[in-house]
Nanobody, 128 residues
Framework: QVQLVESGGGLVQTGGSLRLSCAAS????????MGWFRQAPGKEREFVAA????????YYADSVKGRWTISRDNANSTVYLQMNRLKPEDTAVYSC?????????????????????WGQGTQVTVSS
């Protein structure tokens, strides 16, 4: 129903910026809430950010709040994660996900099980 493909990862120095993109296929994209998660080596998957289907409500993990911004362009079926002031502890594989329930809450957005579709992930490495 929905396929997601991430791009934009890479290697940057501390304090640098990256913009991740998640391109979706499927004609119902505009009605899906979208989220970004990350997983570092030896650690559990961690919530990063989420955005409602119409872009009106956004949620962020405390660790990225004030540094990063999630946005979406429904006309082009794409979700973005602008990552500024990167730190070595941000190093991880970043994945985007789609929630077919079309709703978000402060609790549900942080849970991997909330989301129905996942991209392949893109590596972000921040050197010190």
């Amino acid at each position: 129903q929905v396929q997601l493909v991430e791009s934009g990862g890479g290697l940057v120095q501390t304090g640098g910026s990256l913009r991740l993109s998640c391109a979706a296929s499927g004609r119902t994209f505009s009605k899906y809430a979208m989220g970004w998660f990350r997983q570092a080596p030896g650690k559990e998957r961690e919530f990063v950010a989420a955005i409602s289907w119409n872009g009106g409500v956004s949620y962020y993990a405390d660790s990225v709040k004030g540094r990063w911004t999630i946005s979406r362009d429904n006309a082009n079926s794409t979700v973005y994660l602008q990552m500024n002031r990167l730190k070595p502890e941000d190093t991880a594989v970043y994945s985007c996900a789609a929630d077919s329930s079309v709703r978000l809450s402060a609790i549900s957005v942080k849970l991997s099980r909330t989301y129905d579709y996942w991209g392949q992930g893109t590596q972000v490495t921040v050197s010190s």
